[in-house]
């Protein structure tokens, strides 16, 4: 039973998303030639959730929307939190960050919209926001060729900590004292 055990909890650890038990013996089926029945990855899946149970590991087999997930343990939520959010912020670019404001006040925008305001190629830039969910597809222009629509994803919001879209600030809210360069003359 050890065996079906570690090749569950395989299967779960290296799923992004919660992994339904069908979608288990699906896997296990397959890759055995043979079929695996559920009620012995039920087994395992509760004997997993029984060991990651004990105080012995920050991280708990958790069920939920109808699948299996690893996730931290409430007590660690703030170590992992911190973490999370200085990997975010180091990972956005000077340029990332150009576009992302010009997509969140402009949106919906056009790639080409965008290149205009920026004077430079935008396609890896807007290629990495959308890996990152901070930006979406939003639907097609009506314009010639139909291009594509971007705009903010809730995901954007929860990263900047804003309740809506209104919450960005406007631009009488940038004073003319800091966007002055040099002296006055």
């Given at each position: 039973?050890?065996?079906?055990?570690?090749?569950?909890?395989a299967l779960?650890?290296?799923?992004?998303?919660?992994?339904a038990a069908?979608?288990?013996?699906?896997?296990?089926?397959?890759?055995?030639?043979?079929?695996?029945?559920?009620?012995?990855?039920?087994?395992?899946?509760?004997?997993?959730?029984?060991?990651?149970?004990?105080?012995?590991?920050?991280?708990?087999?958790?069920?939920?929307?109808?699948?299996?997930?690893?996730?931290?343990?409430?007590?660690?939520?703030?170590?992992?939190?911190?973490?999370?959010?200085?990997?975010?912020?180091?990972?956005?670019?000077?340029?990332?960050?150009?576009?992302?404001?010009?997509?969140?006040?402009?949106?919906?925008?056009?790639?080409?919209?965008?290149?205009?305001?920026?004077?430079?190629?935008?396609?890896?830039?807007?290629?990495?926001?959308?890996?990152?969910?901070?930006?979406?597809?939003?639907?097609?222009?009506?314009?010639?060729?139909?291009?594509?629509?971007?705009?903010?994803?809730?995901?954007?919001?929860?990263?900047?900590?804003l309740n809506?879209?209104?919450?960005?600030?406007?631009?009488?809210?940038?004073?003319?004292?800091?966007?002055?360069?040099?002296?006055?003359?």
């Amino acid at each position: 039973m050890d065996f079906l055990q570690n090749h569950v909890e395989a299967l779960i650890f290296c799923s992004p998303a919660p992994l339904a038990a069908a979608d288990i013996q699906a896997a296990l089926s397959e890759m055995f030639g043979a079929q695996v029945p559920l009620e012995d990855i039920q087994g395992a899946l509760a004997q997993l959730q029984e060991r990651y149970a004990s105080p012995d590991y920050a991280f708990e087999l958790v069920a939920l929307a109808g699948g299996f997930q690893f996730l931290s343990k409430p007590a660690y939520a703030a170590g992992v939190s911190i973490l999370l959010k200085q990997q975010s912020k180091k990972r956005l670019s000077t340029s990332a960050l150009e576009t992302l404001s010009i997509i969140a006040y402009k949106q919906p925008i056009t790639k080409s919209e965008v290149e205009q305001i920026r004077g430079v190629n935008c396609d890896y830039t807007i290629q990495k926001l959308l890996e990152k969910e901070l930006v979406e597809i939003k639907g097609k222009a009506d314009s010639i060729g139909r291009p594509l629509l971007y705009g903010t994803s809730p995901k954007f919001e929860e990263h900047f900590g804003l309740n809506s879209l209104r919450d960005l600030p406007t631009p009488k809210d940038f004073s003319a004292d800091d966007n002055k360069i040099g002296e006055e003359q």
